[in-house]
């Protein structure tokens, strides 16, 4: 793995862009969410770099607490019934995941990157 001699706030930066955590200018992706096996423009080996579920965690509760507020503050202002809330905020959970799942997948991905965070680094116990 090439090391990284960018500083964490810029390895943020590039993981929110969703670029290439080695040189900074490749795409990340090739589709919604599938990473490029390859960096189109100094070819690093993407195939290996793996967000895990980290990702979806994190905004499983940040999602999930945002909506709440929102539906509690909707519901104080206007109290619709419940079926037009499941009708509100269903898609508003729906678009917030999936606009929202991207960056936070390849910023983890640049983070990783940027700690030198690798499979490679696992604790052998058999000494």
């Not at 490029?36 to 793996?50: I, Y």
Request: charged share 20%; with cysteine; hydrophobic share 45%.
């Amino acid at each position: 793995m090439a090391s990284s001699k960018r500083s964490q706030n810029e390895a943020i930066v590039l993981g929110l862009k969703c670029r290439c955590p080695s040189c900074g200018k490749g795409r990340l992706y090739d589709g919604l969410l599938s990473v490029r096996e390859n960096c189109g423009e100094c070819g690093f080996d993407l195939e290996n770099e793996d967000s895990g579920d980290g990702p979806v965690s994190f905004l499983i509760f940040f999602i999930g607490a945002l909506v709440v507020i929102m539906a509690f503050v909707v519901d104080a202002k206007f109290a619709p019934p419940l079926w037009l809330h499941a009708i509100i905020w269903a898609p508003v959970i729906a678009g917030m995941t999936i606009s929202m799942l991207r960056p936070a997948k390849s910023l983890m991905i640049a983070l990783q990157f940027h700690h030198r965070a690798t499979q490679s680094n696992e604790i052998d116990y058999d000494e």
